[in-house]
Each structure stands twice: as C-alpha cells, then as structure tokens.
C-alpha cells in the first residue's frame, strides 16, 4: 500500500508537470530554471511543441503504475517529472511514443512461467511413465532433457524461489525413475516421434552452448582491474542472444546484470519490499582507474515488480577510462560517494546496490562501451564469459 509520503510526491509531481505544460514558454524559467538551463529554452520548447501536436492538446496529468500520465484528445503519453523541495522542477522525461496498452506487472508474466514449468513437469513425468516401448519413452527423456535445457540454461531458474525449483527437480526425477519399466517394454517404431524430441534437444543445447561462449570481439584496452562487487553473484542476465535482454541495444550489448542469490532465490519474505532482497544495500566498488564523467543520486527507488517510466540508469555512476566508459546503474539513492570530475581507483566505494531506473528488482548493471559499441567485459580477477547462469565468486 502507497505510503503518505509515496502519495504526496505523487501529487507534487502531478500538480508541477500540469502547471508547467499549461503555462506560456516565458514562465518556464520561473517554473523550472535549472531544467532550463540544462536542457534550452529552444529545445524544451520543441519537445513540448512536439507532444502538443501528438495528443492534439494537453487535458490532463495524472498517475499509473506506470508513471505520470500526459493525456490529451489524441491519446496519452508517459512522463517522468522531478521536483524538488522548493517545488521546482528540476528533470523531465516525456516519452516520444504514444501509451497504447497497459503492460502487466512483471510479476504476473513471471506467475506464468511458473505455471508453464509446472505443467511442463507434470506432462513429462506423465509420459515418461505411460510410454508404451522404449522409443516412446526415450523421446519422453529428450524432451524432459530439453526443457531442463530451456528452464536452466536459458530460463533465470536460480533467481526462482525453492518452492517453485524443487518441484520442477523432484518431477525431473520421478519421470528419470520410470527408467525401471524399460526391461519390460517392446522397442517400438516411432523413429520419428523421437526424432522430433531429439532434434530440438540438439538444437536447444548448440544453441546454449554458442550463446553462453558469444563474444563482440572486442573488450576494454586493458582488463578491467576488479569485479565491483564483493561475495558471490549470480549474472541474471550476460552473453549472447537468448540470455541477455541487452544485446539489441548497440552500447549495453556486452552488459550483465548481477543479483545476489539466497536458499529462496533472489529475495527472502515480501518481493514487495526493497529490504527483502539479498543484493539490496551491498558496496559497489570500482572496477577501475579513471576520470568520473557521470554520477547521479537522489532518483527514487522502484517498487519490486513494477517500472515506472523514467530515466533508465536511475541513480549512477559513469567512470572513463582514457579508452572506454565503465557504467554502473541502478544504485540506491544518498549513497552515491563520488562526482563528476573527481579521480577515482580501482577498489574505490561508489555507492551501493539499488532498485532505481529501469529496474523490475534490485541489481547491479554493469557495461563498457566505447564510441558508442558496447565491449567484452573482462576482468583480472575473475574469469572472462560472464552469461547468464554464472555464479562470479570475488
């Protein structure tokens, strides 16, 4: 349940961003002097210009899941709006593209993969133990040998809580024990029936093995010199097509997101609360020598399972290298150590782990880009190959 505080932004925001979209160009530097300053009159006027055209006006401003609200006679857009204390806005986002569909809360897809596992479970050991020759039920096994492919390799099924990994395990070992019937069954002729389990096993495993080995072929200068985070990490997401949602945007292509793993998976208690997970809260150090060109704080954090529309990287810290940038995201807001323009070691605090920006739970993002195009991370403390499924112990 929102607290008053929660609500109480909220309608700050709302009252800001109405107020500021409502009023001529001219009050803008009274309304927002910093945001001015920052982004330009000329531009500002352009993008407000630009949003005005698209919902053919401006009816009202108000609040989602999703984040602020801009709606209009010709649709609705989202926006993200910071004030500070004195009421001012000091940031604004306004999405280009038109809100068309409500997406459903990250939890609710994750409910259904679990559904989805479950069933796929239950079906295999069904018909691992009803197969009528050996053939039959040797396709049963390649299946069941493609979906642990599938459900390990490319699912996050460490990041699942115990009671949703033991059943899928126990399942697997059940249908595994019908091995006892085979003594008595015919061998049977379904070659083809075991073929069409055998060929997606194949294709499943070549598969995971390439994208788990993927390199862009080009990494930092020099090794980076130290993991930025201490203890063991589980890289939810990491490597090539199929385990990493970041390979479609050209700088975050070689990017990981790292989480911190516990009996129960990423959290223990209440997935609604930051507290409860185990990466919340953790030091991260940086990677590298080098020149602080970025480092934002004060960006909320956001509620597990839900993203609100805002600035990707929420609350960060961006380091250049001489060759490359080095970009850590997602940290807790007031505890960001260091500014732009301050000289920093490999080893350093920068702040800690958080659930802020374009974050469903709290993580760590970590990537290096240079010019542009993402890079290979390597480092000298821990091995290369960082995809998902990897536990990095340093």
């Known amino acids: 349940m929102p607290s008053v505080a929660y609500e109480s932004d909220r309608r700050a925001e709302i009252e800001a961003l109405r107020e500021f979209l409502r009023a001529s160009s001219e009050r803008w530097a009274e309304l927002a002097p910093r945001l001015v300053e920052q ?24 609040d989602s899941p999703e984040g602020l ?27 280009p593209v038109q809100q068309r569909r409500r997406r459903l809360p990250l939890a609710v897809g994750r409910s259904g993969g679990r559904v989805a596992c479950f069933l796929l ?31 390990e390799g490319f699912g996050n099924a460490a990041m699942e809580p115990w009671w949703v990994r033991r059943p899928v395990q126990a399942g697997a070992l059940v249908a595994l024990g019908s091995a006892c019937r085979l003594p008595g069954l015919p061998l049977g002729g379904h070659w083809l029936q075991l073929a069409s389990a055998a060929v997606p096993l194949a294709v499943s495993g070549v598969a995971l093995v390439r994208s788990r080995r993927h390199s862009w072929g080009t990494g930092p200068a020099v090794p980076l010199a130290r993991f930025p985070l201490r203890g063991s990490w589980y890289v939810g997401q990491g490597g090539g097509r199929g385990l990493n949602h970041h390979v479609d945007v050209d700088e975050q292509r070689g990017a990981v997101d790292l989480v911190r793993l516990g009996r129960s998976g990423t959290y223990r208690g209440d997935s609604r609360l930051l507290t409860s997970y185990h990466a919340y809260g953790a030091e991260v150090f940086a990677p590298c020598d080098g020149l602080v060109v970025a480092a934002v704080d004060g960006l909320p954090d956001q509620v597990p399972g839900v ?30 150590r260091v500014a732009v323009g301050e000289q920093v070691r490999a080893g350093q605090p920068l702040g800690q782990v958080g659930n802020s920006g374009n974050s469903s739970e ?3 993002h970590l990537h290096a880009e240079r010019h542009g195009e993402g890079l290979d991370l390597v480092f000298a403390d821990v091995g290369p190959r960082l995809h998902r499924g990897r536990t990095v112990r340093a």
Not at 85 to 90: A, E, K, P, S
Not at 123 to 146: N, S
Not at 309 to 330: C, M, R, W
């Open 39 to 62: 982004v330009g009159a000329d531009r500002l006027e352009r993008i407000v210009a630009a949003t005005r055209e698209r919902l053919g006006g401006f009816h009202e401003v108000s």
């Open 69 to 95: 609200v801009v709606e209009g006679p010709g649709g609705r857009v989202l926006a993200w709006v910071h004030v500070g204390r004195d009421g001012l806005i000091t940031g604004l986002l306004i999405s």
């Open 121 to 151: 479970a239950g079906f295999l050991v069904f018909w691992c133990w009803t197969a009528p020759d050996v053939l039959g039920w040797t396709g049963a096994v390649f299946a069941l040998a493609c979906g642990g492919v599938l459900i």
């Open 307 to 336: 993203i609100r529309y805002g600035p990707l990287y929420g609350n960060h810290v961006f380091i250049d290298t001489g060759t490359e940038t080095v970009k850590l995201a997602h940290l807790r807001p007031g505890t960001v």
């Open 362 to 364: 709290p993580h760590l």
